[in-house]
């Protein structure tokens, strides 16, 4: 089976094209691609493109837990790239439907940079969207924290802090991410504002666990930091990944920037999907 490996800011993806399978992927052969020592090894699986009927492609996009996402900020811009460089795009700007919503992706520098409208930030995991944006405290084991809903399609937790260090998000993300209060588990973010242009924040995804990068994250932190007063609509997030720009307009529709990379094209033997873990 013919694959692609790209990552955007270290957050890696496999482009897997559906004419690659004779059936719709199963959880289980995602879970091993996307294992870093029976499979591949990525953050994710990126099933495209299949036909749609509002936009140019449809994309599919699953966690490496072999749960499928909403949507995905560095699986979008990845995947636009992936068009560019196998040629099923012709111009810069093409539209992506998403189980999140649609997208309009724009590519520069040959792909190695893209631009994707994200959709409109909201403060909710649920259906009420007129929502504004509401503390929320939260106690998780030994600490007690106050944190923020927010969507771009997938579901977000956003917690500001002082103090930013990585270790928050490995000890605490994946309580938080299955917390019961969170109807289908969220993605996790801690975040520190630096000035009113710049943020930084730490990951926890759902379905996926630490990650270097995020794009929706990345979205949902910005949504959140701009709601509170504490930055204005140009912000650059920093990662331990690197850097990805998200502009927000008055109504809170983002519109996010950053590199992608490829890795390789590869062949995944088909051998590596059969259960090969039992069979020693
Ligand atoms: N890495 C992604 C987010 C992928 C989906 C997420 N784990 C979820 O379950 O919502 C990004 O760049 O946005």
């Not at 520098?109 to 509401?134: N, P």
């Not at 969507?151 to 309580?175: C, M, R, T």
Request: aromatic share 8%; charged share 20%.
């Amino acid at each position: 089976m013919k694959f692609t490996k790209y990552h955007a800011l270290g957050n890696d993806y496999i482009v897997i094209a559906p004419n690659e399978l004779d059936h719709d992927m199963t959880s289980a052969e995602i879970k091993t691609i996307c294992d870093r020592h029976y499979g591949v090894g990525s953050d994710g699986v990126l099933y495209g493109p299949l036909p749609s009927a509002s936009c140019d492609f449809k994309l599919r996009i699953f966690n490496p837990d072999g749960s499928e996402a909403e949507k995905s900020g560095n699986g979008l811009r990845i995947f636009s790239r992936y068009l560019w460089d196998t040629k099923l795009v012709t111009h810069d700007t093409f539209s992506i439907e998403t189980k999140g919503g649609e997208v309009k992706a724009t590519v520069h520098a040959e792909g190695k940079r893209v631009t994707v409208d994200m959709g409109k930030v909201r403060y909710t995991h649920g259906s009420d969207h007129s929502l504004a944006i509401r503390k929320e405290t939260i106690q998780i084991a030994d600490q007690t924290f106050v944190g923020y809903r927010a969507s771009v399609g997938n579901p977000h937790f956003v917690i500001p802090v002082q103090q930013l260090s990585a270790d928050l998000a490995h000890q605490y993300g994946p309580l938080i991410e299955q917390d019961a209060r969170f109807e289908n588990r969220t993605n996790v973010q801690f975040l520190k504002v630096l000035d009113r242009h710049t943020i930084q924040i730490e990951i926890w995804e759902r379905g996926a666990g630490y990650t270097l990068a995020s794009g929706s994250s990345s979205t949902a932190a910005a949504g959140v930091a701009c709601g509170l007063g504490l930055c204005d609509e140009i912000i650059s997030v920093n990662m331990p990944g690197g850097e990805i720009k998200i502009s927000l307009d008055q109504d809170l529709f983002a519109t996010m920037q950053g590199a992608v990379c490829k890795i390789a094209n590869g062949e995944l033997a088909m051998e590596a999907l059969e259960d090969y873990r039992n069979t020693f």
